[in-house]
């Protein structure tokens, strides 16, 4: 038996629906859908509720407001069960049929998109079908055996109003034999024991949640009778007016044509002064507002709510806790939905998304050719991304928006040829490094020994013993960082070659002499340090980036002692920054001969100086 509650600590403005498999919670400023996938991982979904300044001021007015509520609520809720849908609708790693491909390749269109909207439109159609015109239709039949029931007389629109609450109930219950809606029964009854525990004081875990009522007074279904009362004295009204004083008419196709149209026309009027009517009976709890909550409260506790398990009480949860922080800061970013798409739009959608937050958008395309495994030349065929996909995608594409580097959330990336480990402890490689690692592979001779300077993750060293294996060269890496020295031995393990990885201060710990050197130190001045894109400035090691005041401090302590590890005739090669050529040669004076080379975009780059 569930321990007694306790009293009303908090007041909510927080109200919600159950959606397919799933909670939807609605904010001051947000809301936000929690839904278990078919991994049974929750996802949630939270939106900022945009509000322009005009409809800002119409949702004040009294009736108006009832009626744009009213559209609003109808809009949202149906694209928030669409929402929902799509997450539950398939497992994560299924195959798309032939259907679902031919609506992405040729139209562009997910089938899933289509079907969710004509269900959405049958489903209005099958409303108005069951509760306008079945009423109208099942009263006139009564008509005949019983000429006094007529638009004139009272127990027309008594009668109405009865047909219409038995079919509404007889629909609740049918359709209870539906797995599905059970489950949604249940889902519904969860954000009522969220809402409820949350008002009483009450520690939001699943356990304790649990112990809370499943009935709530605010729940749209306890109103149900206020508005279907609301309703018949309406239509009763305007439909006895009409005939009495517009437009007698006899026949009786027309009449019902008519009556369905007054409906139509009336729905707007109706919502409005509903809510009106539910507002102020909202603002107080006595014995009598609790004679019009009755009716519904049974109709929650017999029909509309189910008992949850603990699971989906922990998704109405998540979607509750998301509103409070979302209301609590503005912020808090929103989130989606992983689910499956098209390919085009998606990555359209990143691409925005990175370039708002300034970050290249060739980072979008590498993330989904990785994830995809397609190059990015083939991007541009249309395909449909699964949700196992999706939600891949969707892990880096977050983690990106951070600000780190992708290649240290993929974790690797390609380098003349390599695999390269790739993490904080040393530099990403660089495109044009690989020029740098291809000089240095044509410069080398058969017995050569080669040292590379300030290794980092040992990308040069590993690609430079990997082109050259079976020349019977021998391949040295140093590096002051001792971490740097760990991830490089690691990159040598992964490719499968034999390098000496040493940790030094430069030449330190070096010993012997070498045939060539190739050195990509730190050049970026210190004062430029903070002026580096966010993803190198904040996530590299500052330790391989820093050049000193001019940018230039390393070369100078290779210039002072590099020939002493240089075997006669040695090479250095030398990468350096943008304009730093001429002022490195200058420290290189005793040089038997100089090359200047540029990269990728023409700019001079490399330094081949031989003693």
């Not at 069951?130 to 008594?158: C, D, M, S, T």
């Not at 029964?185 to 525990?197: F, L, S, V």
């Not at 983690?399 to 959330?409: A, C, E, H, M, V």
Request: charged share 25%.
């Amino acid at each position: 038996m569930a321990k007694k509650e306790k009293k009303k600590k908090n007041c909510t403005y927080i109200g919600g629906q159950a959606v397919l498999e799933g909670v939807m919670m609605m904010g001051k400023t947000c809301m936000a859908t929690a839904v278990r996938d078919p991994d049974g991982e929750i996802q949630v979904e939270a939106k900022r509720i945009k509000r322009g300044k005009h409809m800002s001021r119409i949702l004040k007015i009294p009736f108006l407001r009832g009626i744009f509520n009213l559209v609003i609520s109808l809009v949202r809720g149906t694209k928030t069960l669409m929402r929902s849908a799509a997450v539950y609708g398939e497992g994560s790693d299924e195959e798309p049929g032939r259907i679902k491909k031919l609506f992405a390749e040729k139209f562009k269109v997910n089938i899933m998109d289509v079907v969710s909207f004509i269900s959405a439109l049958l489903g209005v159609i099958l409303a108005i079908g069951i509760f306008i015109v079945l009423p109208r239709f099942l009263v006139g039949l009564l008509q005949k055996p019983f000429p006094v029931i007529n638009e004139f007389h009272w127990a027309y629109y008594v009668l109405l109003g009865v047909i219409k609450l038995i079919i509404f109930i007889a629909y609740l219950s049918i359709i209870l034999v539906l797995s599905d809606i059970r489950r949604l029964y249940m889902y519904h009854g969860a954000e009522h024991k969220t809402i409820n525990a949350f008002e009483r004081g009450v520690e939001l875990t699943p356990e304790k949640v649990m112990q809370c009522s499943r009935i709530h007074d605010r729940c749209g279904t306890s109103f149900l009778f206020i508005v279907l009362f609301i309703n018949i004295v309406v239509i009763s009204a305007a439909t006895w007016a009409f005939y009495a004083y517009l437009l007698p008419v006899s026949s009786g196709i027309l009449r019902f044509l008519i009556n369905i149209g007054i409906e139509f026309i009336l729905l707007p009027i109706i919502a409005g002064i509903s809510y009106e009517v539910l507002k102020l009976l909202a603002k107080f709890d006595n014995k009598f507002v609790g004679i019009f909550k009755a009716p519904g409260k049974l109709l929650q506790k017999v029909l509309t709510t189910r008992e949850p398990d603990e699971e989906m009480v922990e998704v109405a949860i998540a979607a509750f806790n998301k509103v409070l922080e979302m209301d609590a800061d503005a912020t808090v970013p929103e989130t989606e939905f992983v689910t499956d798409g098209i390919l085009s739009k998606m990555l359209e959608a990143t691409k925005k998304k990175f370039a708002e937050k300034q970050i290249d958008a060739s980072d979008a395309e590498w993330i989904y050719s990785l994830v995809l495994g397609l190059k990015r030349s083939e991007l541009a065929v249309e395909r449909v991304i699964l949700p196992f996909e999706s939600k891949r995608i969707n892990e880096i594409v977050q983690k990106r928006l951070t600000g780190r580097p992708l290649w240290y959330i993929i974790g690797d990336t390609e380098f003349y040829g390599c695999k390269i480990k790739v993490d904080e402890r040393a530099l990403i490689p660089r495109p044009e490094t690989e020029i740098l690692a291809d000089y240095a592979v044509k410069t080398i001779e058969d017995g050569d020994k080669v040292l590379d300077m300030c290794t980092g993750s040992g990308c040069i060293a590993v690609s430079i013993a990997k082109s050259c294996a079976g020349r019977n060269i021998s391949v040295t890496g140093a590096d002051l960082s001792d971490a740097a020295i760990m991830l490089a031995k690691e990159n040598a393990a992964l490719n499968g070659v034999n390098v000496n990885f040493i940790q030094s201060d430069l030449f330190t710990s070096v010993r012997g002499r070498f045939n060539l050197i190739v050195c990509n130190p730190p050049y970026i001045k210190s004062s430029e340090i903070a002026e580096l894109q966010r993803e190198v400035r904040e996530f590299e090691p500052k330790i391989a980036l820093d050049g000193g005041e001019d940018g230039l401090d390393f070369y100078r302590k290779l210039a002072k002692t590099v020939t002493r590890y240089l075997a006669r005739g040695g090479v250095l090669l030398l990468e350096c920054g943008e304009g730093q050529t001429e002022d490195i040669l200058k420290l290189f004076e005793k040089r038997d001969y100089a090359m200047v080379m540029k990269d990728l975009n023409g700019v001079d780059r490399f330094l081949k100086i031989a003693f």
